[in-house]
């Protein structure tokens, strides 16, 4: 007996060393916020959502863990949750049949009313009122300022019918009948109220209020509207007051505004890198959202000018890039002569006196060197020798002219934006006048040849735009696609410079910290500020049809757009600028159903999309066959061997959403004999005898391509132009 305890015991020590070493283990292996995607809800009525999610959790972690696991389910518009798992438990959830995908959970940022005018959408313009006012646009951002004017309810009528969301906007927040609904997933916060003022901007662009009177220090001084004054909106709050912006939260704002009946949602924010469709937050939610028939706008990015930076490439996504319009602004430095320029926003009344100027490396503390102090590097200015003096400063980093104002400068002369020459004016948080390459070196030799310099600033005055117009943002992310490189992206280019909309009075106008002023509305610039530009153009157009598909709305501004200046990089401008009154009579529409979109996702591999269904269920019919290229896309990419002879054809199909017994006859251009490639289209007339019928015609491609090439087709019945654009690309067919 005694033996037999003996060996009872040795066993026991065995199994509690293991235990002990794997519960180790488990403890070593770090937890993270993953994101458990499920696609569809299924349709089975006895389904629990929160039922199925707690269940996959008990069988991956233990049932005693799953309350302290479990973060949020996704249960109205798709399926799915977000818990706080390792990295095998992640594995162990993903081999099942019922889940899609598992991904960590990331974090997004934010791309941060003459512009509507600019556009030919004015106050007189064309509008149907009572349908404008039951189309409701979701925003998915940073909160809202409900106080501002923009989001007053005065001569508002109750909500649609429709609208089955509610105002969660937490403490010290109320709704109303144009505000219509808030919600609220950051932890930072325990209200939907914006405390960073880019979704108050946001959203007062796309469907705010005219507010007369508005103006930023009296710059820009006007009425201030969105797109579609009379709409609703509802925002969706994940992004924290410093512009993060979290993937679980993202989801849980798409689930929640497609389930609340939204009509158009918009999203100014994404990743700085291309994310795989089933991984990427907004293109899951996106996605979820057009099989409800809402389109989603989203921001391009801002890491322009480099090629192959636009992160927003789904086809279901309207993607936005940034564009100027013929707004400008002057500042003008007075020293020894005068100094014009139009690269700042000086809203700061104009300096009483003249002050002497000095040069960073004239200002530089004991531990700092030569060169850094000429660049007023953060840590290098004394503030003795700074205070109350303007610093010129060999940089064009925001943080260095920070510097220069964390110690004390009345103002700073600085270099612009090096990668353009055209660059957008900023707001500063101190007078600040910036100069382009050639000038900024002219000036540092005045500086170097003139003894005691002394000058002053003065405060900014609204000018016409003498950059050419409208060109493309330096900043404005660029294709060509880098996932899927026959979707052309960005799809449309909008306002985004310098756009004049409310803000939260919390905010700083220049971003900067050391920037107290408050205000009401401010200037911004960014991609952000173009999506909410589209978002309400489609808005406006759905006011006109309201039974029209996202794709067919999409394809209605992308084939309406205007040319762009010549000099915009064509991979950064989508189809042009965006043309709202035009957009609502296209004559013309590319139509893409899901079961297209299936098909697309199916021939990427993806089982199902991997987006909108579980992994058992089979891919369309012809999947295989449906190569990218070949989405009815209102954009056509050929990619061709390069210095060899080919010959290439894609079909594409329209709908005629204009008069019956229309005849469209198209132009083909005529590419320079010397690039080697020609165009052809057939056939050249298309003839439709009622709404609603569908005609498709080849565009042929041949030739020795020695370079990318972009053109465009013209289909035209003699009122309205349907212009489709055309890209060449070296690479494999």
Not at 326 to 355: C, H, K, Q, Y
Request: hydrophobic share 35%; aromatic share 8%.
């Amino acid at each position: 007996m005694n033996g037999f305890c003996r060996v009872l015991g040795v066993l026991s020590a065995v199994l509690l060393l293991h235990m002990n070493r794997l519960c180790s283990s488990q403890d070593a292996e770090e937890r993270k916020v993953y994101i458990v995607y499920m696609g569809h809800l299924p349709e089975d009525g006895m389904y629990s959502p929160a039922s199925a999610h707690s269940s996959i959790l008990q069988e991956a972690i233990g049932e005693g863990a799953v309350s302290d696991s479990l973060i949020r389910s996704y249960k109205r518009s798709f399926n799915g949750f977000v818990a706080r798992l390792t990295e095998s438990e992640a594995k162990r959830i993903a081999s099942r049949d019922d889940v899609i995908s598992v991904f960590p959970s990331g974090t997004f940022h934010l791309h941060t009313t003459g512009s509507w005018d600019f556009l030919g959408l004015h106050e007189t313009a064309k509008r149907n009122p009572s349908i404008e006012s039951d189309i409701i646009i979701g925003v998915v951002d940073s909160g809202v300022w409900p106080e501002s004017e923009s989001f007053s309810d005065e001569g508002f009528g109750p909500p649609p019918k429709k609208w089955k969301g509610t105002c969660q906007g937490g403490a010290n927040f109320t709704c109303n009948n144009k505000l219509i609904g808030a919600r609220l997933y950051t932890d930072d916060s325990p209200s939907a109220r914006d405390s960073f003022g880019h979704g108050t901007h946001t959203a007062s662009t796309a469907a705010g209020n005219s507010v007369n009177g508005v103006s930023f220090f009296g710059l820009g001084n006007g009425t201030a509207r969105g797109g579609v004054p009379s709409a609703r909106i509802a925002v969706y709050k994940v992004c924290d007051g410093k512009g993060d912006c979290v993937d679980a939260d993202i989801l849980a704002g798409f689930d929640d505004a497609i389930a609340d009946g939204v009509d158009v949602i918009t999203v100014s924010l994404g990743g700085s890198v291309v994310q795989s469709f089933d991984t990427d937050p907004v293109a899951i939610g996106g996605f979820h959202a057009m099989e409800r028939g809402i389109l989603t706008t989203q921001s391009a990015g801002n890491d322009g000018p480099f090629g192959g930076t636009v992160s927003s490439v789904a086809p279901w996504l309207f993607t936005v890039a940034a564009s100027s319009t013929n707004r400008g602004f002057e500042t003008t430095l007075e020293d020894a002569v005068t100094w014009a320029t139009e690269n700042t926003i000086n809203a700061f009344p104009s300096m009483s006196t003249s002050v002497p100027i000095v040069h960073g490396v004239q200002v530089k503390n004991s531990v700092c060197t030569e060169d850094l102090a000429r660049e007023c590097n953060p840590t290098c200015l004394d503030s003795k020798k700074v205070t109350g003096k303007i610093v010129l400063c060999d940089t064009q980093l925001p943080e260095n002219i920070e510097e220069a104002v964390s110690k004390g400068a009345a103002s700073v002369i600085a270099q612009c934006n090096t990668l353009t020459p055209f660059p957008e004016p900023f707001v500063t948080p101190i007078p600040v006048v910036c100069f382009v390459d050639v000038i900024f070196d002219s000036y540092v030799m005045f500086f170097n040849d003139t003894k005691n310099l002394t000058g002053r600033i003065l405060k900014s005055k609204e000018v016409e735009n003498t950059n050419p117009y409208p060109i493309v943002a330096s900043f404005s992310s660029r294709g060509p696609n880098n996932l899927v490189a026959e979707i052309r992206k960005p799809d449309i280019s909008a306002p985004g410079v310098n756009i004049l909309a409310a803000f939260s009075p919390l905010g700083s106008p220049s971003s900067s910290p050391l920037d107290k002023r408050s205000v009401n509305y401010n200037f911004l610039s960014g991609t952000s500020m173009a999506a909410p530009h589209v978002a309400g153009v489609a808005a406006y157009i759905k006011s006109f049809h309201p039974d029209w598909s996202p794709s067919a709305i999409k394809s209605a501004i992308m084939t309406t757009a205007t040319e762009m200046h010549a000099l915009s990089d064509p991979e950064g401008i989508g189809s042009g600028h965006i043309n709202p009154v035009g957009a609502v009579d296209p004559g013309l529409v590319y139509e893409i159903e899901k079961q297209d979109y299936l098909s697309f996702l199916c021939n990427l591999e993806y089982n199902l999309g991997r987006i909108s269904s579980n992994r058992t269920a089979s891919c369309p019919e012809g999947s295989k066959e449906m190569s990218p290229a070949k989405l009815n896309y209102p954009a056509v990419i050929f990619r061709v061997p390069v210095r060899k002879s080919f010959q290439v054809a894609l079909n594409r199909t329209v709908t005629n959403v204009g008069p019956p017994n229309s005849i469209y006859r198209v132009l083909v251009p005529q590419i320079a004999p010397e690039l080697g490639v020609s165009i052809d289209v057939f056939p050249q007339v298309l003839r439709f005898k009622s709404i609603g019928e569908k005609q498709t015609f080849t565009v042929v491609a041949s030739g020795r391509l020695r370079d990318v090439i972009h053109t465009s087709i013209l289909w035209a019945d003699g009122q309205r132009k349907v212009r489709t654009p055309i890209t060449m690309y070296p690479g494999p067919q």
